[in-house]
Protein backbone atom coordinates (compact mmCIF):
# COMPACT_ATOMS: atom_id res chain seq x y z
CA UNK A 1 0.00 0.00 0.00
CA UNK A 2 2.64 2.22 1.18
CA UNK A 3 4.56 1.84 -2.34
CA UNK A 4 1.27 2.46 -4.29
CA UNK A 5 1.01 5.50 -2.36
CA UNK A 6 4.61 6.99 -2.91
CA UNK A 7 4.01 6.09 -6.93
CA UNK A 8 0.20 7.91 -7.05
CA UNK A 9 2.23 10.84 -5.66
CA UNK A 10 5.11 11.05 -7.63
CA UNK A 11 2.47 10.67 -10.27
CA UNK A 12 0.25 13.62 -9.88
CA UNK A 13 3.73 15.38 -9.33
CA UNK A 14 5.34 14.55 -12.63
CA UNK A 15 2.15 13.30 -15.21
CA UNK A 16 2.07 17.48 -16.06
CA UNK A 17 5.35 17.28 -17.17
CA UNK A 18 5.23 14.29 -18.74
CA UNK A 19 2.31 14.79 -20.84
CA UNK A 20 4.05 18.14 -21.83
CA UNK A 21 7.66 16.26 -22.56
CA UNK A 22 7.09 15.14 -26.02
CA UNK A 23 5.32 18.73 -27.29
CA UNK A 24 8.50 19.96 -26.04
CA UNK A 25 11.02 17.62 -27.72
CA UNK A 26 9.00 18.59 -30.49
CA UNK A 27 9.43 22.04 -30.26
CA UNK A 28 13.03 22.26 -29.33
CA UNK A 29 13.68 20.34 -32.14
CA UNK A 30 11.62 21.44 -35.50
CA UNK A 31 11.21 25.37 -34.35
CA UNK A 32 14.79 26.39 -32.33
CA UNK A 33 17.05 23.09 -33.66
CA UNK A 34 16.05 24.29 -37.44
CA UNK A 35 16.72 27.99 -36.85
CA UNK A 36 19.97 27.13 -35.23
CA UNK A 37 20.96 25.05 -38.34
CA UNK A 38 19.75 28.18 -40.44
CA UNK A 39 21.75 30.18 -38.99
CA UNK A 40 24.74 27.86 -39.17
CA UNK A 41 23.99 27.29 -42.82
CA UNK A 42 23.62 31.18 -43.39
CA UNK A 43 27.56 31.35 -42.45
CA UNK A 44 29.06 28.79 -44.95
CA UNK A 45 28.98 28.67 -49.07
CA UNK A 46 26.32 25.85 -49.47
CA UNK A 47 24.59 26.32 -52.57
CA UNK A 48 22.46 23.41 -53.95
CA UNK A 49 23.58 21.04 -51.11
CA UNK A 50 24.00 22.54 -47.08
CA UNK A 51 27.84 22.74 -46.09
CA UNK A 52 29.39 22.72 -42.71
CA UNK A 53 32.13 24.92 -42.64
CA UNK A 54 31.87 28.01 -41.51
CA UNK A 55 33.59 30.93 -43.55
CA UNK A 56 32.38 34.09 -42.19
CA UNK A 57 29.16 36.71 -43.06
CA UNK A 58 29.88 36.43 -47.15
CA UNK A 59 26.45 35.13 -47.69
CA UNK A 60 25.19 38.42 -46.17
CA UNK A 61 27.41 40.18 -48.33
CA UNK A 62 26.02 38.72 -51.26
CA UNK A 63 22.62 39.43 -50.00
CA UNK A 64 23.03 43.01 -49.41
CA UNK A 65 24.35 43.44 -53.11
CA UNK A 66 21.37 41.66 -54.39
CA UNK A 67 19.40 44.12 -56.45
CA UNK A 68 16.81 41.65 -56.00
CA UNK A 69 16.89 41.76 -52.45
CA UNK A 70 16.71 45.85 -52.57
CA UNK A 71 13.89 45.49 -54.61
CA UNK A 72 12.00 42.51 -52.17
CA UNK A 73 13.03 45.40 -49.05
CA UNK A 74 11.48 48.60 -50.47
CA UNK A 75 8.51 46.74 -51.30
CA UNK A 76 8.37 45.15 -47.77
CA UNK A 77 8.45 48.76 -46.75
CA UNK A 78 5.68 50.49 -48.95
CA UNK A 79 3.74 47.15 -48.54
CA UNK A 80 4.00 46.87 -44.53
CA UNK A 81 3.55 50.42 -44.16
CA UNK A 82 0.75 50.59 -46.12
CA UNK A 83 -0.92 47.61 -44.81
CA UNK A 84 -0.39 48.48 -41.21
CA UNK A 85 -1.90 51.90 -41.26
CA UNK A 86 -4.63 51.27 -43.58
CA UNK A 87 -6.18 48.02 -41.20
CA UNK A 88 -5.12 50.44 -38.56
CA UNK A 89 -7.66 53.12 -39.58
CA UNK A 90 -10.22 51.36 -41.20
CA UNK A 91 -10.61 48.98 -37.97
CA UNK A 92 -11.00 51.47 -36.33
CA UNK A 93 -13.59 53.33 -38.07
CA UNK A 94 -15.28 49.60 -38.25
CA UNK A 95 -14.86 49.29 -34.85
CA UNK A 96 -16.22 52.78 -33.66
CA UNK A 97 -19.27 51.93 -36.16
CA UNK A 98 -20.14 48.76 -34.13
CA UNK A 99 -19.54 50.46 -30.79
CA UNK A 100 -22.53 52.80 -31.75
CA UNK A 101 -24.75 49.55 -30.74
CA UNK A 102 -26.40 49.37 -33.96
CA UNK A 103 -29.13 46.96 -34.46
CA UNK A 104 -27.32 44.85 -37.17
CA UNK A 105 -23.95 44.49 -35.09
CA UNK A 106 -24.41 41.13 -35.12
CA UNK A 107 -24.39 40.76 -39.01
CA UNK A 108 -21.79 43.80 -39.76
CA UNK A 109 -19.28 42.02 -37.25
CA UNK A 110 -19.84 38.53 -38.89
CA UNK A 111 -19.16 40.13 -42.61
CA UNK A 112 -16.25 42.11 -41.42
CA UNK A 113 -14.58 39.23 -39.65
CA UNK A 114 -15.39 36.72 -42.61
CA UNK A 115 -12.38 37.33 -44.73
CA UNK A 116 -10.10 36.33 -41.31
CA UNK A 117 -11.24 33.06 -42.15
CA UNK A 118 -10.07 32.67 -45.41
CA UNK A 119 -6.65 31.21 -46.31
CA UNK A 120 -4.50 33.47 -47.56
CA UNK A 121 -4.43 31.53 -50.90
CA UNK A 122 -8.61 31.99 -51.42
CA UNK A 123 -7.58 35.32 -50.67
CA UNK A 124 -5.45 36.09 -53.12
CA UNK A 125 -6.67 33.78 -56.18
CA UNK A 126 -10.25 35.68 -55.23
CA UNK A 127 -8.38 39.34 -55.87
CA UNK A 128 -6.66 37.85 -58.32
CA UNK A 129 -9.59 37.60 -60.43
CA UNK A 130 -10.76 40.23 -59.61
CA UNK A 131 -7.99 42.44 -60.49
CA UNK A 132 -7.98 40.75 -63.56
CA UNK A 133 -8.10 42.97 -66.65
CA UNK A 134 -9.74 40.77 -68.68
CA UNK A 135 -12.05 39.14 -65.93
CA UNK A 136 -12.69 42.11 -63.34
CA UNK A 137 -13.37 45.11 -62.24
CA UNK A 138 -11.71 47.21 -65.36
CA UNK A 139 -13.43 44.35 -67.65
CA UNK A 140 -16.96 44.98 -65.97
CA UNK A 141 -16.74 48.72 -65.81
CA UNK A 142 -15.70 48.39 -69.57
CA UNK A 143 -19.15 46.68 -70.38
CA UNK A 144 -20.44 48.89 -69.02
CA UNK A 145 -19.79 51.54 -71.67
CA UNK A 146 -17.04 53.62 -70.36
CA UNK A 147 -14.04 51.93 -72.72
CA UNK A 148 -11.32 54.65 -71.68
CA UNK A 149 -11.43 52.96 -67.82
CA UNK A 150 -8.32 51.17 -67.24
CA UNK A 151 -7.26 49.34 -64.02
CA UNK A 152 -4.62 47.44 -64.68
CA UNK A 153 -2.72 47.60 -61.55
CA UNK A 154 -2.16 43.40 -61.42
CA UNK A 155 0.06 43.42 -64.40
CA UNK A 156 1.30 47.11 -64.13
CA UNK A 157 4.91 46.46 -62.35
CA UNK A 158 4.60 50.54 -60.86
CA UNK A 159 1.48 49.40 -59.20
CA UNK A 160 1.45 45.86 -58.61
CA UNK A 161 2.28 45.97 -55.03
CA UNK A 162 -0.62 48.17 -54.38
CA UNK A 163 -2.73 45.45 -54.96
CA UNK A 164 -1.39 43.37 -52.56
CA UNK A 165 -1.73 45.46 -50.13
CA UNK A 166 -5.74 45.74 -50.88
CA UNK A 167 -5.79 42.10 -50.77
CA UNK A 168 -3.83 42.42 -47.50
CA UNK A 169 -5.86 44.96 -45.82
CA UNK A 170 -9.45 43.35 -46.55
CA UNK A 171 -8.45 40.51 -45.11
CA UNK A 172 -6.90 41.63 -41.92
CA UNK A 173 -9.01 44.33 -41.16
CA UNK A 174 -11.38 42.70 -39.45
CA UNK A 175 -9.14 41.19 -37.20
CA UNK A 176 -8.40 44.35 -36.02
CA UNK A 177 -11.75 45.72 -36.07
CA UNK A 178 -12.36 43.22 -33.17
CA UNK A 179 -8.99 44.03 -31.41
CA UNK A 180 -10.27 47.65 -31.22
CA UNK A 181 -13.90 47.10 -30.25
CA UNK A 182 -12.78 44.66 -27.81
CA UNK A 183 -10.98 47.46 -26.66
CA UNK A 184 -13.91 49.98 -26.79
CA UNK A 185 -16.28 47.91 -24.96
CA UNK A 186 -13.68 47.79 -21.98
CA UNK A 187 -13.64 51.46 -20.98
CA UNK A 188 -15.55 52.29 -18.46
CA UNK A 189 -18.85 53.58 -18.88
CA UNK A 190 -18.90 56.11 -15.97
CA UNK A 191 -15.99 58.02 -17.79
CA UNK A 192 -18.01 58.28 -20.76
CA UNK A 193 -21.36 58.93 -19.52
CA UNK A 194 -19.43 62.20 -17.09
CA UNK A 195 -18.09 63.16 -20.31
CA UNK A 196 -21.73 63.23 -22.01
CA UNK A 197 -22.70 65.01 -18.83
CA UNK A 198 -20.08 67.75 -19.26
CA UNK A 199 -21.51 68.09 -22.88
CA UNK A 200 -18.39 66.86 -24.75
CA UNK A 201 -19.27 65.85 -28.18
CA UNK A 202 -19.38 62.27 -29.01
CA UNK A 203 -15.48 63.02 -31.69
CA UNK A 204 -14.24 64.65 -28.38
CA UNK A 205 -14.45 61.83 -26.03
CA UNK A 206 -13.00 59.11 -28.73
CA UNK A 207 -10.34 61.59 -29.92
CA UNK A 208 -9.27 62.45 -26.46
CA UNK A 209 -10.50 60.01 -23.98
CA UNK A 210 -11.57 56.55 -25.41
CA UNK A 211 -8.75 56.37 -27.92
CA UNK A 212 -5.72 56.98 -25.86
CA UNK A 213 -6.28 54.59 -23.27
CA UNK A 214 -6.25 51.90 -25.77
CA UNK A 215 -2.76 52.04 -26.53
CA UNK A 216 -2.03 48.98 -25.25
CA UNK A 217 -3.93 47.23 -27.85
CA UNK A 218 -2.68 49.46 -30.89
CA UNK A 219 0.73 48.00 -30.06
CA UNK A 220 -0.47 45.16 -29.90
CA UNK A 221 -1.89 45.38 -33.41
CA UNK A 222 0.92 46.74 -34.78
CA UNK A 223 2.63 43.80 -33.51
CA UNK A 224 0.41 41.19 -35.09
CA UNK A 225 0.60 43.18 -38.65
CA UNK A 226 4.15 43.92 -38.59
CA UNK A 227 4.65 39.82 -38.08
CA UNK A 228 1.85 39.68 -41.14
CA UNK A 229 3.48 41.99 -43.19
CA UNK A 230 6.97 40.20 -42.93
CA UNK A 231 6.16 36.84 -43.56
CA UNK A 232 3.42 37.34 -46.28
CA UNK A 233 3.85 34.72 -48.61
CA UNK A 234 0.94 32.55 -49.92
CA UNK A 235 -0.92 35.89 -50.75
CA UNK A 236 1.64 37.34 -52.84
CA UNK A 237 2.24 33.90 -54.56
CA UNK A 238 -1.46 33.38 -54.70
CA UNK A 239 -2.26 36.81 -55.81
CA UNK A 240 0.95 37.77 -58.17
CA UNK A 241 3.47 35.38 -58.00
CA UNK A 242 5.90 38.05 -57.25
CA UNK A 243 5.45 39.54 -60.71
CA UNK A 244 4.90 41.18 -63.11
CA UNK A 245 9.08 40.19 -63.02
CA UNK A 246 10.15 41.10 -59.59
CA UNK A 247 8.16 43.82 -58.91
CA UNK A 248 6.14 42.51 -55.98
CA UNK A 249 9.07 40.15 -54.45
CA UNK A 250 8.95 40.10 -50.44
CA UNK A 251 11.63 38.82 -48.44
CA UNK A 252 9.66 35.62 -47.83
CA UNK A 253 9.17 35.38 -51.68
CA UNK A 254 12.81 36.35 -52.41
CA UNK A 255 13.90 33.05 -49.46
CA UNK A 256 11.39 30.45 -51.21
CA UNK A 257 12.52 31.43 -54.97
CA UNK A 258 16.75 31.35 -53.32
CA UNK A 259 16.01 28.46 -51.74
CA UNK A 260 13.88 26.11 -53.58
CA UNK A 261 14.18 27.68 -57.50
CA UNK A 262 17.63 28.23 -57.62
CA UNK A 263 19.25 26.45 -55.29
CA UNK A 264 21.38 28.35 -53.18
CA UNK A 265 20.31 27.85 -49.86
CA UNK A 266 23.02 29.42 -48.64
CA UNK A 267 21.27 32.45 -49.50
CA UNK A 268 17.99 31.36 -48.80
CA UNK A 269 18.88 30.98 -45.11
CA UNK A 270 21.04 34.32 -44.99
CA UNK A 271 17.68 36.15 -45.68
CA UNK A 272 15.71 34.04 -43.38
CA UNK A 273 17.82 35.08 -40.67
CA UNK A 274 17.59 38.61 -41.13
CA UNK A 275 13.95 38.57 -41.36
CA UNK A 276 14.08 36.89 -38.23
CA UNK A 277 15.88 39.56 -36.56
CA UNK A 278 13.59 41.98 -37.81
CA UNK A 279 10.81 39.92 -36.45
CA UNK A 280 12.96 39.83 -33.22
CA UNK A 281 13.61 43.62 -33.08
CA UNK A 282 9.99 44.82 -33.08
CA UNK A 283 8.32 41.58 -30.35
CA UNK A 284 11.44 41.13 -27.83
CA UNK A 285 11.47 44.94 -26.65
CA UNK A 286 7.20 44.91 -26.60
CA UNK A 287 7.29 41.53 -24.53
CA UNK A 288 10.03 43.03 -22.01
CA UNK A 289 7.83 45.98 -21.72
CA UNK A 290 4.79 43.81 -21.40
CA UNK A 291 6.47 41.62 -18.27
CA UNK A 292 8.07 44.77 -16.96
CA UNK A 293 4.67 46.26 -16.52
CA UNK A 294 3.18 42.99 -15.13
CA UNK A 295 5.77 42.82 -12.75
CA UNK A 296 5.48 46.29 -11.53
Keep these: MKGASIMSEWLERHIPKLVLAPSFAAILLFVYGFIAWTGWVSLTRSRLLPKYDIVGFIQYDRLFQSPRWDTALNNLYVFGGLFIVISMALGLLLAILLDQKIRTEGVLRTIYLYPMAMSLIVTGTAWKWILNPGLGVEHIIRGWGFESFRFDWLVNPKFAIYTVVIAGVWQASGFVMALFLAGLRS ?110
Design 187 to 296: VDEEIIKAAQVDGIPTARIYSAIIIPSMAPIFLSAFIVLMHLAIKSFDLVIALTGGGPGYATDLPATYMYALAFSRGDIGQAASSAMVMMAVVFAIVVPYLYSELRTRNE
